[in-house]
């Protein structure tokens, strides 16, 4: 017969945190992934003669900002409110949803298969400019979020 001890199954501890931390996590997290695309897309893209480099990286640059605007504000907000739904004492690492990690591995491919591409560096260097610009605006989002959760802060 199992008594009450053998049926409950074995959790492993998981870091919990805060919706304040979690909120710092995504924002920490938007933020250095578009800091990092963002100089290196503007590296390669300084491979071509600078003639053709500078006009690119602008239009790169409003590329990233429409590309926030009108694709990653709505994740971005459905982040902060599914933090802040979920409240304290969450795992650290439920800051993002399944769904989200999984969309994060299948970006991280795509990224390498564009390294790999035989496209010309600085076309390379442009769409990693305006996703570095677009995951970096759409941060201010999360941020935002952060900022207000500070009076919530214990």
Excluded: Q
């Amino acid at each position: 017969m199992n008594g009450p001890s053998t049926s409950r199954r074995r959790r492993i501890p998981a870091p919990t945190a805060s919706r304040r931390t979690h909120l710092l996590a995504a924002g920490l997290l938007w933020s250095a992934v578009g800091s990092g695309l963002l100089i290196a897309g503007t590296r390669w893209l300084l491979t071509a003669p600078w003639r053709i480099a500078a006009p690119v990286w602008v239009l790169a640059v409003a590329a990233g900002f429409a590309k926030a605007r009108f694709v990653l504000d709505r994740p971005a907000r459905r982040i902060v409110s599914r933090i802040e739904e979920r409240g304290d004492s969450r795992c650290l690492g439920g800051f993002l949803s399944w769904r989200s990690w999984i969309l994060v591995a299948l970006m991280m491919a795509l990224g390498r298969l564009l390294r790999e591409s035989p496209l010309p560096i600085p076309a390379r260097g442009a769409i990693y400019a305006v996703i570095g610009v677009a995951l970096l605006a759409a941060s201010l989002r999360v941020w935002a979020g952060w900022r207000k959760s500070a009076g919530d802060a214990c």
